[in-house]
């Protein structure tokens, strides 16, 4: 599968200009996200993510591939539902991976038609909105309705750091 996701700083009022524009609030969610280094090679390097998710409905590890374009996050993710995400990070370091960082936000999810929008309130950065849809081989046509989602949320910029490589650098996608 590929994920197609556009990010950007969320001004204020977002969440009122997603319910106008036709979104319907889905839930709320925090993550509490564990990211791995490999020892045979630097994801940070290779643009690549490994990471374990904990989340109220369970948790998961998840792979993401490098990002496919220079104008969104998309890229090709794999995920996996674990029973016991301290196991899982057992095995993991116990393979050579190291633990590289934490990330926690509290989401709040809406939809609106194929896409759902996160305005994730991240600990450390601040409030951020991401637009994403999940697409195949037509992740091209999925990727502009995620930046015409923006647009219409008057917001024309594209962050494609994720929230990892935002705390790496110590800032908050300025």
Not at 35 to 41: A, K, L, V
Not at 162 to 171: D, H, M
Request: hydrophobic share 40%; charged share 35%; aromatic share 6%.
């Amino acid at each position: 599968m590929i994920e197609v996701e556009v990010k950007a700083r969320a001004p204020p009022g977002i969440e009122e200009k997603i319910i106008n524009l036709g979104g319907a609030k889905i839930g709320e969610e925090t993550h509490h996200d564990l990211y791995f280094n490999s020892p045979y090679h630097d994801f940070a390097k290779s643009d690549e993510a490994l990471r374990i998710r904990i989340k109220e409905d369970g948790a998961y590890l998840t792979y993401k591939g490098p990002k496919l374009d220079p104008d969104t996050k998309s890229r090709r993710e794999v995920r996996v539902k674990i029973a016991d995400p301290l196991a899982m990070e057992t095995i993991l370091e116990s393979l050579g991976f190291s633990l590289a960082a934490v990330v926690k936000k509290r989401r709040t999810k809406y939809s609106l038609e194929e896409a759902v929008l996160c305005v994730d309130d991240v600990e450390g950065l601040g409030a951020f909105l991401e637009v994403e849809l999940s697409g195949g081989a037509d992740w091209q046509v999925q990727k502009r309705t995620a930046l015409d989602i923006m647009a219409g949320l008057g917001i024309s910029e594209s962050i494609r750091e994720s929230y990892l490589e935002l705390l790496a650098e110590g800032r908050d996608g300025r």
